[in-house]
């Protein structure tokens, strides 16, 4: 069965503390891995796709990258502004329908 | 601006009543979908529409409704069939099979 998991469920960091968040999967045939922003009562805000593994993609702090198994979004010297909920979805090549994890709610106190 | 408006914010719906949530694009896209987001769960599929005049079930359909009359607009209709529809919807469109742009969310709740 196609599945994401995402971990942590919850990460608290100080403000400049980097760390990584994982999202693992299994799915029969990927066509594309997507990561998503969402703000607390707001829809998700798309921030990167990565189609094969060793691709890697960066966007202020934040870097993704994609091996055969698993994604990482790692964030370099968070600050508060980047508190969000993270979430992870992958794309099956067979009918283009997205799967996705339940997310990492990120804190990052000052 | 381009985008997509989802209202109202916030609906509350009675025993046995259908309610309607509004989901307007203006970026031309010409795929459309319906999400429901649930505390500690990935986004569900409700219904996805590729061209106006079609669409297609998600995975959790039973008790919802759609049209797609044109392209900008694809509404979604809670019916009294769906026993537990509190949950927060999440309208998006995009460009086929590409990423997903989306509104900011209607808050479903039942008195």
């Known amino acids: 069965e196609d599945q994401v998991t995402q971990s942590p469920e919850a990460l608290r960091l100080q403000e400049g503390e980097s760390s990584s968040l994982n999202c693992s999967y299994t799915v029969s045939g990927l066509r594309g891995l997507f990561w998503y922003r969402q703000d607390p009562g707001k829809g998700p805000e798309f921030l990167f796709t990565l189609y094969s593994a060793g691709e890697e993609k960066e966007k202020e702090r934040l870097k993704a990258t994609l091996t055969k198994k698993e994604s990482f979004l790692h964030i370099t010297a968070p600050k508060p502004e980047d508190s969000a909920t993270y979430l992870c979805a992958v794309q099956r090549d067979s009918n283009y329908q997205l799967i996705w994890g339940a997310g990492t709610k990120l804190i990052i106190k000052p | 601006d381009g985008g997509i408006t989802q209202s109202p914010k916030y609906l509350f719906r009675k025993e046995g009543q259908n309610v309607t949530l509004s989901c307007e694009q203006n970026l031309n896209h010409d795929a459309m979908y319906w999400y429901r987001q649930d505390p500690g769960q990935g986004l569900r599929l409700i219904y996805y529409?590729?061209?106006?005049?079609?669409?297609q079930k998600g995975d959790i359909a039973e008790g919802y409704s759609v049209s797609r009359e044109k392209k900008e607009s694809f509404p979604l209709t809670v019916t009294s069939a769906q026993k537990n529809p509190t949950a927060f919807y999440l309208c998006?469109?995009?460009?086929?099979?590409?990423?997903?742009?989306f509104g900011s969310g209607t808050q479903l709740s039942v008195l």
């Open positions: 998006a469109s995009s460009m086929r099979h590409e990423k997903l742009f």
């Open positions: 529409s590729q061209i106006v005049n079609d669409f």
